[in-house]
């Protein structure tokens, strides 16, 4: 009996911590392979600047799957915010801080949109969601007739931009150390919004029960707004560094990021048995793809299996995050 009970600890702990076991072995596994091009300080850099874009549309995942909703068009929307963070900066001239809040403002007005189908219409998440996809892929192509934003194109009406170039300071944003600053803010701000508040707390409750959640008085329709507005934010986070580090706007800019930030969440809700959304758990996630991805490229594995890989890791997430709750059920 003992002997069962301890195979079940181990079991369980081995289960847990199996995203931190892996991005651990696949560190010392690489590290052994590959020496010093993969274990170079440099290389650090590399790794935490390709993993901040993941992460940052990981936290607004998690935000979003703490009380218990899906996203599958936040990629989509996170082009138009693209779209429309260049066109600000470029087109009209306007200052970065200036296009960096209006768009922000600007992709929260947009995700009401989605909140509308959901909250209102009562539409399912995942089927909402993937409606908006096309909503978005489409309004984007037509605030930009069909093309990309980048320096020096005139505008969709014809008129040369307002500003030619990108200065510094914008392309900044998307260089390290900036991305990795900025990457770590938004798992700070969600790490202690989700763990350390009493919004946080109730989005947690109302993705364990959000029957119970009602009953016991938490007003799940604000909430979800609230995750929904925070997600928006983070969305448009995202966005502009993937635009500042591109260069330009360009069609499905985003969209790529999807699968790989929803693994990350995926792979964070395991890690240390929390079996639900959180900041920290998402950074080992998004930590492991990208880890996994500099390896293999460092091996010569040709670009085009590395989705496979991705596939791979969020199958195994999956099956961590949800075969010990059916087994304890």
């Known amino acids: ?96 801080w200036l296009s960096a809040a209006l768009t922000v403002l600007l992709t929260m007005g947009l995700y009401l949109v989605t909140l509308f189908l959901i909250l209102v219409c009562r539409v ?36 040369a931009p307002a500003r030619m170039g990108w200065t510094e300071a914008a392309l900044a944003i998307g260089a390290s150390p900036w991305c990795i600053l900025i990457m770590l803010a938004c798992v700070v701000f969600a790490f202690v919004f989700l763990q350390y508040t009493r919004h946080g707390r109730c989005l947690y409750a109302m993705g364990s029960n959000e029957t119970a959640a009602a009953y016991s008085g938490i007003p799940v329709r604000k909430y979800r707004f609230l995750a929904g507005m925070l997600t928006a934010v983070m969305i448009a986070v995202g966005a502009m560094v993937v635009c500042s580090r591109n260069s330009a706007a360009q069609i499905s800019g985003c969209d790529s990021y999807l699968m790989p930030s929803l693994a990350a969440v995926f792979v964070g809700r395991s890690v240390g048995g929390a079996e639900k959304p959180n900041a920290l758990g998402t950074l080992v996630g998004a930590a492991l793809v990208a880890v996994l991805e500099n390896g293999l490229t460092q091996m010569g594995v040709v670009y085009y299996v590395l989705p496979a890989v991705k596939g791979g890791v969020l199958a195994l997430a999956l099956i961590a995050a949800y075969g010990p709750r059916r087994q304890r059920g």
């Open 1 to 96: 009996m003992n002997q069962l009970q301890n195979r079940k600890k181990t079991a369980g702990f081995l289960m847990d911590w199996a995203a931190v076991i892996a991005l651990a072995a696949s560190v010392v596994v690489f590290g052994l392979l590959r020496g010093g091009s993969f274990l170079s300080a440099a290389n650090a850099v590399n790794i935490l600047r390709s993993m901040s874009i993941t992460t940052i549309f990981a936290i607004g995942a998690t935000l979003t799957m703490a009380p218990n909703g899906f996203d599958m068009s936040a990629c989509s929307l996170a082009t138009v915010s693209s779209f429309l963070f260049a066109s600000l900066f470029l087109w009209f001239g306007l200052p970065l």
């Open 124 to 159: 399912p998440d995942m089927l909402a969601t993937c409606a908006l996809m096309f909503v978005y892929q489409g309004l984007g192509l037509w605030w930009t007739g069909g093309g990309a934003v980048s320096a020096g194109m005139p505008t969709r009406w014809g008129d």
